[in-house]
């Protein structure tokens, strides 16, 4: 029966999110909105691989995902104008950079670990925000465009259609999902939750937990890169801010409102929170006092999220 | 060269001394607690903007001693009404708790102060230059310098000494224990939390006076403390004081011979600490 519930469920999902440009328009968005919700939401289930099926606290994924926006907008501006290499080129720097801090900071744990995350993820905002002469500095990298995707037989017109550009990135959020999913089922994630569980009593069984949670942060960083790079050709444009910490703390409040322990819930926060900053950022200037209220609010009174209160409730 | 490497290590020292009195704060609060304290720079916005209603009114003098005392008070409310909530549970919430009080602060203090700079004026007899040789070394440099000391000191002394002292540092090696010999623990921590809070304010004041008052103030001096934190080692505070001064001594000397990378020094050091001692200089394996 809760096979069948699943199912159901992602049957829902998928069809929503494949008739979003459909719709979106009649209920008061924008296709543009649409990929924003659908970038920040593969960046936030990416950190909740990490956070909510390996235990491991990192509140420095804007730094990853900060690497991929700028790896691609260098890319496609200084050295070759294509789409697909900018992404390529925005996904290794992102993973590069993630697995050399991996190995200094898999040793540690819970608040150590974030504080590490947070301080490392501060560098690439640095080296972003001082480098003006190539990075464009606090005005931000711009200049440049999203190429058309030229496929040999045809070309995608990502540049002039909204539309085209949302599929393309519900192709890479659907199968990077479809990825993590298929990780967390084979026994590699089973072994992740068990360190989730008991990581004492999973290092006793023999497993090498360093390793797992280094993979774990490897996988969760690289798709967070590409997340990224999707960011990028959204916005042709790269902001120093979406290095910043505030960014790795949005992630997590989204992965949080929706429900950490759920597969879903990072999707679900990532739709409500970026709706609600449309919203709250085009009726006042203080929509950052607003976003601050929203983490204080889900803290003291929606911890599990959204899906986890939902999920107790049928269980109950 | 001599002079410009002198002026820079000593400008250096200063901002560490700043960033060793902000992380000492975070780092009490940590100690007892377990809660990374974000809002500690948005803690720090407060003083410094207190202190800048205050002087018209009571002058320099009196700014400096009322603000941060009242900057703590703030604290001490903040902890009762939220903090003191997420005592115990996944660091993951007093993080994100803390993240929102810091977003909520600075969007505040713009709201109320506006987002430029406002001018900050130190006595002018502060602000001369005491030597003709040494061009940098300002009055108000020194006086900072003496009252960061005169700070530490009297935390150390404090937390050495006195009775709320003590009952700190045992909390902080066993809350439970503490607890059961019939201290209030949740009136402890509140203290404690205050306590930090006051550096915070302190900080704030002094670094208004050197840098400007701006809303971003906090969140510009709060990475350099987690640094300064991480360097140190977590769960020492001599570790912490150490670890302050010694990033603002590198970033200073760096700034010498490669300005823009001043600030992407003490990310290196803290990397190299973690290479080799990863539990920072004089952190102790197994506390955190």
Known sequence: ?316 | MTQLVLFNLFNGLIIGAFYALMALGLSLILNLSGVINFAHGGFLAIGGYLAYMLMPQIGFWGALAVAPILTALIGIAAERLFIRRVYGRDPLYSLLLTFGLAFMIEDGTRFIWGASTVPFAVPSYLSSSLSNEFFFLTGYRVFMVALVIAAVAALFLILGQTRLGMRIRAGTLDLETVSVLGINVRILRNVNFGLGIYLAGLAGVLAAGMLGLQPTIGSSLIMPSFVAIIVGGLGSLPGTLLGGLLIGAASGVVTVFYPSASEAVIYVMMALVLLVRPHGLLGEEGRF
């Open chain 1, 1 to 316: 029966m809760r096979l069948l519930d699943r199912r159901v469920a992602n049957a829902v999902i998928l069809l929503l999110l494949l008739t979003a440009p459909y719709w979106i328009n009649a209920v008061g968005g924008y296709t543009a909105l649409g990929s924003r919700v659908l970038v920040l939401a593969l960046a936030a289930t990416s950190l909740n691989f990490l956070l909510g099926f390996t235990g491991v606290l990192s509140f420095g994924h804007a730094a990853y995902f900060g690497l991929g926006v700028y790896g691609a907008g260098l890319t496609i501006k200084y050295l070759y104008a294509n789409t697909l290499a900018g992404m390529a080129v925005g996904v290794a720097v992102g993973t590069l950079a993630a697995a050399i801090v991996g190995v200094m900071i898999v040793r540690l744990r819970g608040v150590y670990f974030a504080m590490v995350t947070i301080a490392f993820g501060q560098v690439f905002y640095y080296i972003a925000y001082q480098w003006n002469s190539v990075t464009g500095g606090d005005d931000g990298l711009s200049g440049w465009r999203r190429v058309p995707i030229s496929l040999g037989f045809t070309t995608v017109d990502i540049l002039g259609s909204d539309k085209a550009l949302y599929y393309l990135i519900l192709i890479c959020f659907l199968v990077s999902v479809a990825v993590m999913a298929a990780l967390l089922a084979s026994p590699f994630g089973r072994t992740l939750l068990a360190v989730r569980e008991n990581e004492r009593r999973a290092r006793f069984l023999g497993i090498p937990v360093d390793r797992h949670i280094w993979l774990s942060w490897m996988v969760s960083c690289f798709f967070v890169s590409l997340a990224g790079t999707l960011y990028a050709l959204l916005n042709n444009f790269a902001d120093p801010h979406d290095l910043r910490w505030d960014q790795s703390g949005d992630f997590v409040i989204m992965a949080v409102l929706g429900g950490m322990r759920s597969f879903w819930g990072p999707l679900l926060g990532a739709v409500i929170f970026v709706v609600l900053q449309d919203y709250v950022s085009s009726q006042t200037e203080n929509w950052m006092s607003f976003i601050g209220l929203l983490f204080v609010l889900v803290v003291l009174f929606f911890p599990r999220g959204v899906l986890g209160i939902i999920g107790r409730k049928t269980a109950s």
